[in-house]
């Protein structure tokens, strides 16, 4: 079993920076990738931001130019860098980790709030 905690959600002012950090544990032999994605109220879970094992990263056009991935291997570990953020990024944020045999698991979300 994954296992797959994170951390650094919080309310933050338009224009401000937040990082969020995933730390998977567990049952882990081969990651293919891990991501971010979020969901806000009454809309559908969205890809953020995803790192295969290779450093291959991946964003949405809506974050391009200001969110960053990033991931330690040794700590089987994963950031969200987010600056500029605006009232827009609202959401639920999760991590996945997708192991080399395409399983998916999911944390169980960090409130992001970005508000004046």
């Known amino acids: 079993q994954v296992q797959l905690v994170e951390s650094g959600g919080g309310l933050v002012q338009p224009g401000g920076s937040l990082r969020l950090s995933c730390a998977a544990s567990?049952?882990?032999?081969?990651?293919?990738?891990m991501g971010w994605y979020r969901q806000a109220p009454g809309k559908q879970r969205e890809l953020v931001a995803s790192?295969?094992?290779?450093?291959?990263?991946d964003y949405a056009d809506s974050v391009k130019g200001r969110f960053t991935i990033s991931r330690d291997n040794a700590k089987n570990t994963v950031y969200l860098q987010m600056n500029s953020l605006k009232p827009e990024d609202t959401a639920i944020y999760y991590c996945k980790l997708q192991s080399a045999w395409r399983k998916d698991y999911w944390g169980q979300g960090t409130q992001v709030t970005v508000s004046s």
């Open positions: 567990g049952s882990i032999f081969s990651i293919r990738s």
């Open positions: 790192i295969g094992s290779g450093g291959n990263t």
